[in-house]
């Protein structure tokens, strides 16, 4: 076993990222690579599949081996995630026909309504069903050539071995078109919508070997040809597991490109190996989900942290550590002014399209350091718009909570969210996706009991953020006039997208 090495990769909305670990946890080689979100359109957001995804991955795979000095042969398997739900139509032969549209796409907002209305669901954005009605009407002669559909690890799985797969979770959020008791896809759905069902993948557990890596795939990447590759899963799966985020009623919240707060409502290692009974069909409740947090902190760093950006440069401290010194200047509440953060819509806990990025209550007192510190509280008051909107009661059905993310490294946005929702958060220096995927990579040869390994061994909590409780107290009227301002601005979202 001390010669079986594990390699996880995750491709996610701004970057890409790969860790290369022994059987007992130790990272002996990490890489990432960042890239960018296309946006052709107000509302759009596509990823190049051959770019972001594919190309990625060859670089992260070819750098971990030569960062690590490791015989290729000598990684016992792979495993992948990925951002989720996404559309990307491939020919027969898995040439991609478009950029792919990804959860953050906006795009089929009518579509969303006529799918709800005739099925009686309640779909978002995020699913793939009223994407994939977007692109049969809008762009047929594409359509008429699609042959397979793919998510970002999906597509991955297929380059590196051959094989057309999508695991139990992702199905489940097509939407309406899988039945996850049956772990099928829903024919008679399919065919109301006008969906061939052939264009859909197998579905299987996320830790079974989809297939081995190809020759032709081994030559890309610098991965020895032969080397299993697991189905894997979206990274909210891998981000959970990768924290130690294991049992039902646990929580993670995510600082990442989308800001998102996650209740287990199973195990994590049941939803490992068969499909999820529970009646929603779904493992995971997100109270809170919001699709700009981290993205519109670099948003801001990209658009007004050019002294940041600058002394960043000059001295290796990064530029979010120099915005949070800015933020820590600036007493909670940011001093009247609040920021609505739904740059790309809001998700949860109410869906709505149309709704737009506000900063509320300016004044001639305001700075840059002011309209800073609103962005961070906005996801602290977002989490608990969220938890008090869904969760009747969530303080008693929480047990632990663990922050995640690249934000979560920022001891003032911790503090910052603690202070508002008024909760403990974990914090494991390490810990993301790509060591969930080596994890279960490894889990899926063998060499490990239980999920318990992952928390118990490789993981350790480096830091607690415990809220104060007067600051929560302070931050409550902010808080009030936050979870009020989308219902008072609601219809002028609906009058500024008429304009759009």
């Known amino acids: 076993m001390s010669e079986c090495y594990l390699m996880g990769i ?31 359109k107000p509302d759009w957001a596509e990823h190049d599949a051959e770019c972001h995804w594919w190309q990625d991955l060859v670089r992260i795979s070819q750098g971990l081996v030569a960062q690590s000095g490791i015989a290729p042969r000598k990684i016992g398997a792979l495993c992948v995630s990925g951002l989720i739900p996404d559309l990307l139509p491939t020919d027969g032969e898995g040439r991609p026909l478009r950029h792919a549209i990804l959860y953050s796409d906006n795009r089929a907002v009518k579509e969303i309504e006529e799918v709800n209305a005739r099925l009686g669901c309640a779909l978002t954005s995020e699913e793939i069903s009223p994407k994939l009605l977007w692109f049969m009407r809008h762009e047929p002669d594409l359509f008429a050539r699609t042959r397979m ?36 896809w829903r024919e008679d759905v399919c065919a109301e919508l006008g969906i061939p069902v052939e264009l859909l993948p197998p579905a299987y557990p996320p830790l079974q070997i989809a297939g081995t890596v190809t020759k032709e795939a081994a030559q890309c990447t610098g991965l020895a ?64 989900y919001m699709l700009t947090s981290g993205e519109l902190v670099r948003w801001f760093r990209d658009q007004f942290g050019a002294l940041e950006i600058a002394e960043a440069a000059r001295t290796g401290v990064t530029a979010y550590s120099l915005l949070d010194r800015l933020a820590e200047g600036v007493p909670p509440g940011a001093q009247g002014l609040l920021c609505l953060p739904y740059f790309l819509g809001q998700r949860s806990p109410e869906f709505d399209p149309y709704a737009r990025g506000v900063f509320f209550g300016w ?71 790509p060591l969930g995927d080596a994890f279960l990579a490894g889990y899926a040869l063998g060499m490990f009991d239980g999920f318990s390994v992952i928390r118990d061994r490789w993981l350790e909590v480096t830091d607690v953020t415990v809220p104060d409780m007067a600051r929560h107290e302070q931050y409550r009227p902010y808080y009030e006039i936050y979870r009020d301002l989308h219902g008072d601005l609601k219809e002028r979202f609906r009058a500024v997208a008429r304009l759009a």
Not at 18 to 36: D, I, K, M, N, R
Not at 164 to 180: C, E, M, P
Not at 376 to 392: A, D, N, R, V
């Open 10 to 40: 995750d491709v996610g909305t701004q970057g890409s990222k790969g860790v290369l670990v022994t059987p007992e946890g130790q990272v002996l080689a990490q890489h990432y690579c960042e890239h960018e979100v296309l946006h052709p």
């Open 149 to 184: 559909i793919f998510n970002a690890h999906s597509y991955l799985v297929y380059r590196l071995t051959g094989e057309y797969t999508v695991d139990y979770l992702t199905a489940s959020l097509f939407g309406a078109i899988y039945d996850a008791a049956q772990a099928q």
């Open 225 to 288: 040809e032969g080397t299993p590759v697991l189905v894997g899963s979206g990274d909210v799966y891998f981000s959970l597991l990768g924290a130690g985020v294991l049992h039902q009623g646990d929580v993670m919240i995510y600082y990442g490109t989308a800001g998102l707060t996650t209740l287990c409502l199973a195990d994590l290692q049941a939803v490992a190996e068969s499909p999820y009974q529970g009646e929603s069909g779904f493992p995971f409740q997100y109270p809170a």
């Open 363 to 433: 004044s001639m007192a305001h700075t840059r350091a002011h309209m800073y510190r609103a962005i961070l509280e906005s996801y602290g008051y977002g989490i608990l718009h969220g938890l008090e909107s869904t969760l009747p009661g969530w303080e008693r059905s929480i047990r632990r909570v663990v922050a995640t993310g690249g934000g979560a490294v920022s001891p003032t946005w911790k503090q910052i969210v603690s202070d508002i929702v008024g909760i403990t958060q974990e914090y494991v220096a390490g810990a993301d996706s």
